[in-house]
């Protein structure tokens, strides 16, 4: 609009120079054309001095809170910003409707950057990702406004809520579970120190624990694993196995299920086992939660690997059955895709998008 007022009224003093053939309306006539290039290529100038960084107070946010980011500019020119904008773009792959905020300062050349606060927030689990897509800087009298188009993406983690619950079962008697059960003293290796298996070093392993000669073989950090310490353990499975159709709300009740399973566990005060197997890296993976730090650490891989989209529907039989993450006397809890929680085959619950967050207010499901 300021343009277009601007060339109307350069177009009239031209007109009026023409129609009273007076030198000075012709030589303000050029003397607005160049004033217009000069705003024209100031603008241009200044969005190439102008440098912006974003930044994220965290990387993880539960559902439903905001996650508070800044963004900080610099002038790099001795030439005042009269104004600029920067505009984000935060947004969940698994939606297709794209969020934007618009942010508007100014600063004088040379000086401190200037800081600006904003907040997202994502109404459903997943990877929530937040970016710079434009910034524009104004000329003075607003007439132009030069681009630079910013790559910046970063993602924040939004987790589930995980309200507590507890499995009331008959659980095998080999495995401590929150509902009860005891330890089989004639079950083999329930004495220690005879030795289960060897893995990859996990965080929270014993240094005493790592198996130094084999670490040295195969480059990398392995630990002795006890019989003693694996029969111990509940073990629950989650099956990330896509058929392709999961939408936000079902891939938001899967996390928000698996979290609030392994948060009852936690809560009985029992370590226990989660078993998976991720499609990104197409390997078996299983975690040993001890604590509020690898429940949290297991929640970062719950939100990735629900979110990961490659081979959906194309790798279900690369993946390997429960059976093969299973161990001798032990039983197995499972939650799938399809939101079903089976226990050794046999199905407790079947939730829907709908009612899940209903029957997790039960705070128990009873086998």
Same mark, same amino acid.
């Given at each position: 609009?300021?343009?277009?007022?601007?060339?109307?009224?350069?177009?009239?003093?031209?007109?009026?120079?023409?129609?009273?053939?007076?030198?000075?309306?012709?030589?303000?006539?050029?003397?607005?054309?160049?004033?217009?290039?000069?705003?024209?290529?100031?603008?241009?100038?200044?969005?190439?001095?102008?440098?912006?960084?974003?930044?994220?107070?965290?990387?993880?946010?539960?559902?439903?809170?905001?996650?508070?980011?800044?963004?900080?500019?610099?002038?790099?020119?001795?030439?005042?910003?009269?104004?600029?904008?920067?505009?984000?773009?935060?947004?969940?792959?698994?939606?297709?409707?794209?969020?934007?905020?618009?942010?508007?300062?100014?600063?004088?050349?040379?000086?401190?950057?200037?800081?600006?606060?904003?907040?997202?927030?994502?109404?459903?689990?997943?990877?929530?990702?937040?970016?710079?897509?434009?910034?524009?800087?104004?000329?003075?009298?607003?007439?132009?406004?030069?681009?630079?188009?910013?790559?910046?993406?970063?993602?924040?983690?939004?987790?589930?809520?995980?309200?507590?619950?507890?499995?009331?079962?008959?659980?095998?008697?080999?495995?401590?579970?929150?509902?009860?059960?005891?330890?089989?003293?004639?079950?083999?290796?329930?004495?220690?120190?005879?030795?289960?298996?060897?893995?990859?070093?996990?965080?929270?392993?014993?240094?005493?624990?790592?198996?130094?000669?084999?670490?040295?073989?195969?480059?990398?950090?392995?630990?002795?694993?006890?019989?003693?310490?694996?029969?111990?353990?509940?073990?629950?499975?989650?099956?990330?196995?896509?058929?392709?159709?999961?939408?936000?709300?079902?891939?938001?009740?899967?996390?928000?299920?698996?979290?609030?399973?392994?948060?009852?566990?936690?809560?009985?005060?029992?370590?226990?086992?989660?078993?998976?197997?991720?499609?990104?890296?197409?390997? *078996? /993976?299983?975690?040993?939660?001890?604590? +509020?730090?690898?429940?949290?650490?297991?929640?970062? =891989?719950? #939100? $990735? @690997?629900?979110?990961?989209?490659?081979?959906? *529907? /194309?790798?279900?039989?690369?993946?390997? +059955?429960?059976?093969?993450?299973?161990?001798?006397? =032990?039983? #197995? $809890? @499972?939650?799938?895709?399809?939101?079903?929680?089976?226990?050794?085959?046999?199905?407790?619950?079947?939730?829907?998008?709908?009612?899940?967050?209903? =029957?997790?207010?039960?705070?128990?499901?009873?086998?």
């Amino acid at each position: 609009m300021r343009r277009n007022c601007y060339v109307i009224f350069s177009a009239l003093t031209f007109y009026l120079a023409g129609v009273y053939r007076s030198n000075a309306l012709m030589m303000l006539f050029v003397a607005e054309l160049f004033f217009l290039v000069g705003m024209f290529l100031l603008s241009r100038y200044l969005s190439g001095r102008l440098d912006v960084r974003l930044e994220l107070e965290s990387d993880t946010v539960p559902k439903g809170e905001s996650v508070t980011g800044r963004v900080w500019v610099s002038n790099r020119s001795r030439l005042p910003a009269a104004q600029f904008e920067v505009e984000l773009e935060y947004y969940n792959p698994e939606i297709a409707v794209r969020g934007t905020k618009k942010l508007y300062g100014y600063m004088a050349g040379h000086r401190q950057p200037v800081k600006m606060e904003f907040q997202a927030a994502s109404r459903y689990c997943g990877i929530l990702h937040v970016g710079i897509r434009r910034v524009r800087v104004y000329d003075y009298l607003m007439l132009f406004r030069g681009r630079s188009k910013k790559v910046e993406d970063l993602r924040v983690l939004v987790f589930p809520s995980g309200r507590p619950v507890k499995i009331e079962a008959d659980w095998n008697a080999a495995v401590i579970y929150p509902s009860g059960g005891e330890p089989r003293p004639d079950m083999p290796g329930s004495q220690p120190p005879e030795l289960y298996q060897i893995r990859q070093y996990q965080d929270g392993d014993s240094m005493r624990d790592i198996h130094w000669k084999l670490s040295a073989k195969m480059d990398q950090m392995m630990s002795r694993q006890f019989a003693a310490e694996s029969q111990c353990t509940a073990t629950i499975y989650l099956d990330f196995r896509k058929s392709g159709d999961e939408d936000i709300r079902r891939l938001d009740a899967f996390c928000e299920l698996s979290a609030s399973v392994l948060h009852g566990f936690l809560d009985a005060g029992r370590e226990f086992r989660v078993c998976w197997h991720d499609m990104e890296k197409k390997s *078996g /993976e299983e975690k040993m939660i001890r604590n +509020e730090e690898d429940y949290r650490g297991m929640l970062k =891989e719950i #939100i $990735l @690997c629900a979110s990961y989209s490659g081979g959906a *529907g /194309e790798n279900l039989k690369e993946m390997p +059955e429960v059976s093969q993450f299973l161990r001798p006397d =032990e039983t #197995i $809890l @499972c939650l799938n895709m399809k939101l079903q929680l089976f226990l050794d085959q046999q199905q407790l619950a079947h939730f829907s998008e709908e009612d899940y967050e209903q =029957e997790l207010e039960k705070g128990w499901f009873s086998g």
